[in-house]
């Protein structure tokens, strides 16, 4: 037989897409050549096959060789076709059972000595190997994470030859192993001194999966609170860690198969650009939006981000999702993230403060504030003022808070009202679900409506009072929305009151 098939897989975006990898012996010149819109790094396998065939003591064919990558119009980058590569030439050369070969799918580079190298995206590539019903073989590094997805059957290498004696002897690989997912514990709220407002935004952010933008002076504990939100937040369930460590997978950053449970958090320089936010390059790889998903996304310094960059959020902050197209190719990618901002009040930071220091104008205050859109602010449901501390309250003898785990069980109860209500988290709910889950009393109604009319607010920050309303409730284990509920709703529109320079 001079014909052999290989099953694989490539990477678009968060899916790893079947291909089929076609070698064909024929008459002529010894010579090698893949087709099937292979980029530099496939079309340089036939170089790495060559060496680790013979490294490996197998025949290396002196005859025409010819490995098609189907489908044809896919685009294949990376190492990850050289061992399915190796292990076609030597099934059509006889070497190795071609029969075998069906049941499988093989990933994974080769070193010049036959060498198993580890790639990346394997996590996406076991997901669907495991809905095709066939085993994989992977690199002994890639084992750990592709071990992640409990359903696969998933097995590793060292070697070019040790999966050849798999397929020759029958003589099993080693079975791929996760390692145990752990809860991160991260930083305790205990070390936050005072700030019981914010604390309390904190937690309302927590439970019902709510935007949140701190705005208050340098030093006052704004970075401090963002850091602790990742403890309030349920544990991931598998399915949530699979995707976020399936984007980490494909990233090209690496994922730690130890912390895979963990929710990510992800907090980025506010020099980044658009496209290190949103995601892209010419093989489109996703972004930090993208690296938060299921978890949170922390921006610093909010007014000193460059305006485009900050405008590519508002599309993922509705929908979830964000597609990145360049001119050969696009990908989408899932970006469901909760979004913590900060920002100081005007330049120097101090508008506000009791001391007076701030001696920016009321224009000054109105440009730097006017750095950060209508529409961005309308998608965060909570603004919140963070004050400077006296010193007292800073004292290491000076009462502390409620550490995380409380306010965690609190979060936990929240959570589950919803998920038995709607089955998603409050800050998700569709406007017909806002309408059926958020009734107001007829005070109520009037009370929400003279807000939005003093405020000016647009009909998409009424539907984000109503879902934190809901939220505050749920904190109360409260059936209805009372009063205290939406004017504490109501309260957290901090940046909808103009750019006066005292506190509201």
């Known amino acids: 037989m001079n014909l052999a098939?290989?099953?694989?897989?490539?990477?678009?975006g968060v899916r790893a897409p079947t291909v089929r990898v076609e070698v064909h012996l024929g008459g002529g010149l010894p010579t090698m050549s893949i087709v099937g819109l292979p980029e530099a790094a496939v079309r340089e396998a036939k170089d790495r096959v060559r060496a680790a065939i013979q490294c490996a003591q197998f025949e290396f064919p002196a005859r025409r060789i010819t490995v098609n990558l189907a489908p044809a119009d896919l685009p294949k980058g990376g190492?990850?076709?050289?061992?399915?590569?190796?292990?076609g030439i030597l099934a059509a050369?006889?070497?190795?059972p071609l029969e075998a070969l069906d049941q499988y799918e093989f990933l994974g580079e080769l070193g010049l000595t036959g060498q198993l190298r580890e790639v990346d995206g394997v996590l996406p590539a076991a997901l669907a190997a495991a809905d095709a019903g066939r085993k994989l073989i992977v690199p002994a590094g890639n084992g750990a994470e592709a071990a992640l997805v409990g359903r696969a059957e998933?097995?590793?290498?060292?070697?070019?030859?040790?999966?050849?004696?798999?397929?020759?002897?029958?003589?099993?690989?080693?079975?791929?192993?996760p390692l145990p997912g752990v809860r991160a514990s991260g930083a305790d709220l205990r070390d936050v001194r005072g700030q019981l407002h914010a604390r309390r935004a904190l937690e309302v952010a927590a439970?019902?999966?709510?935007?949140?933008?701190?705005?208050?002076p340098p030093g006052c504990g704004k970075s401090l609170l963002a850091a602790r939100l990742p403890g309030l937040l349920p544990e991931a369930s598998e399915e949530e860690a699979l995707e976020s460590a399936a984007i980490a997978s494909i990233s090209g950053r690496g994922l730690d198969p130890a912390n895979?449970?963990?929710r990510p958090f992800r907090a980025p320089h506010h020099t980044a650009s658009a496209v290190a936010l949103v995601g892209g390059g010419a093989d489109p790889r996703p972004g930090e939006i993208s690296l938060a998903h299921h978890?949170?996304?922390?921006?610093?310094?909010?007014p000193e981000w460059e305006r485009r960059a900050l405008e590519v959020l508002r599309e993922p902050l509705e929908s979830g999702v964000v597609t990145v197209s360049r001119a050969a190719r696009s990908a989408e990618f899932p970006a469901r993230f909760q979004l913590v901002a900060a920002m100081n009040p005007c330049p120097c930071g101090w508008a506000g403060d009791p001391s007076?220091?701030?001696l920016c104008s009321p224009e000054m205050v109105r440009r730097y504030r006017g750095r950060i859109s209508g529409p961005l602010l309308d998608r965060i449901d909570l603004h919140v003022e963070v004050l400077r501390l006296p010193p007292a309250e800073l004292r290491p003898d000076a009462a502390e808070g409620e550490a995380t785990a409380e306010v965690r069980t609190r979060v936990l109860q929240a959570r589950a009202l919803q998920d038995s209500r709607a089955g998603k988290p409050n800050a998700r709910l569709s406007q017909a679900e806002t309408s059926a889950t958020c009734r107001l009393s007829n005070p109520d109604h009037s009370l929400l409506e003279h807000a939005v009319e003093q405020l000016q607010l647009s009909a998409r920050s009424m539907h984000r009072i109503l879902r934190v309303a809901r939220t505050i409730a749920d904190l109360a284990d409260s059936p209805h929305i009372r009063t205290p509920h939406l004017t504490e709703a109501i309260g957290y529109r901090r940046m909808d009151r103009g750019t006066a320079t005292q506190p509201a």
């Open 295 to 302: 978890g949170v996304l922390f921006l610093d310094e909010l």
């Open 207 to 216: 439970a019902g999966g709510h935007h949140l933008l701190l705005v208050g």
């Open 5 to 12: 098939l290989v099953h694989s897989r490539a990477r678009t």
């Open 79 to 87: 190492g990850r076709f050289d061992l399915p590569i190796a292990l």
């Open 93 to 96: 050369s006889g070497q190795v």
């Open 356 to 358: 007076g220091r701030c």
């Open 260 to 262: 895979w449970r963990a």
């Open 154 to 177: 998933v097995y590793t290498a060292r070697t070019l030859l040790e999966v050849c004696a798999m397929l020759s002897t029958g003589k099993s690989l080693p079975e791929a192993v």
